[in-house]
């Protein structure tokens, strides 16, 4: 752990704390616990449903309920008794949670900035799936430190959730970008593992189509663009921005450039999303004013909201 501390004061909704993203815990406890098989829930227990990461066991006779696509047609022929195939999970599924942390998302206009949200996904992901059994890891865009190592437990929730609380205190100096970032995930995946991007349209839109379609062939990926309600139903009005010694006012009252911001902003993101999800992916927008778990049910869970 770094100097990070639960007394560490942190500005509501501009900066992530560690005691806020400790207390999202509860958060996760919605959840249905992953079932426990002969060896309970890291053991290799069977199951008779096929997934990524899962390989070929052994087969029984065929019992009712059972996924009629995983019939072993050749046993069933040579016994003459209908017979199901069974696979064996992996140990330990690798959860893996890339933080963007581009400039555009330290900005927000209602409740927390958009970097807050995404360092609150982000925790409520780690305790989602250490509550599954996962061990779980992060890294973000930035080239000059290493990505926080694969660890099981309450431990290594806490490492990955120091390390959002430093990466989304202030924009980094070294940020690498998205595509960066998901070339170093790729290595770090294995088939069957689960990845978690949390990121800006904007930078999405560096990442090539066909990097998303290679991630989503051997793992679960979810994908969540974090927004801000400025960003979908500006004011009609003049709106002022400033940045260093720069200063930009927009007619947003407008037609034309309200058509134009629709463009850069709602309208982009909606298309990322519908090509995410084209390729498998798991993907939908996250607003700065929305309840930070009301993603969950993308990852699997069954009473989040």
Do not use: C
């Amino acid at each position: 752990m770094t100097e990070h501390s639960f007394g560490q004061s942190a500005s509501p909704g501009i900066a992530p704390s560690l005691a806020e993203l400790v207390a999202l815990r509860g958060a996760a406890h919605g959840r249905r616990p992953p079932k426990r098989g002969r060896h309970g829930v890291s053991g290799q227990a069977l199951s008779p449903v096929r997934g990524r990461g899962m390989e070929y066991a052994e087969s029984r006779e065929y019992a009712q309920g059972d996924d009629a696509r995983h019939i072993d047609w050749r046993l069933t022929a040579r016994s003459g008794r209908t017979h199901t195939k069974l696979f064996q999970a992996e140990r330990e599924r690798l959860t893996l949670i890339v933080a963007d942390t581009a400039p555009a998302l330290y900005f927000g206009t209602r409740v927390r900035f958009k970097s807050v949200q995404a360092a609150r996904a982000g925790a409520i992901a780690a305790w989602a799936a250490i509550r599954d059994g996962d061990r779980v890891a992060a890294l973000r865009g930035g080239s000059a430190e290493a990505p926080v190592a694969p660890a099981a437990g309450a431990r290594g929730a806490l490492h990955v959730l120091d390390a959002l609380v430093r990466w989304y205190a202030k924009p980094p100096a070294d940020d690498a970008g998205l595509a960066v970032a998901l070339d170093h995930a790729r290595r770090l995946l294995r088939p069957g593992s689960r990845l978690l991007v949390l990121a800006d349209a904007a930078s999405i839109a560096t990442v090539p189509a066909s990097r998303w379609t290679a991630l989503s062939m051997h793992n679960e990926v979810v994908v969540l663009l974090i927004d801000d309600p400025l960003e979908r139903d500006p004011p009609h009005a003049w709106l002022p921005f400033a940045g260093g010694a720069q200063r930009i006012e927009l007619d947003l009252a407008s037609d034309r450039q309200r058509r134009r911001w629709q463009q850069a902003f709602p309208d982009a993101a909606r298309e990322l999303v519908g090509m995410l999800r084209a390729r498998g992916i798991r993907a939908d927008m996250l607003s700065t004013d929305a309840p930070s778990q009301s993603w969950l049910p993308l990852f699997g869970a069954t009473g989040a909201a």
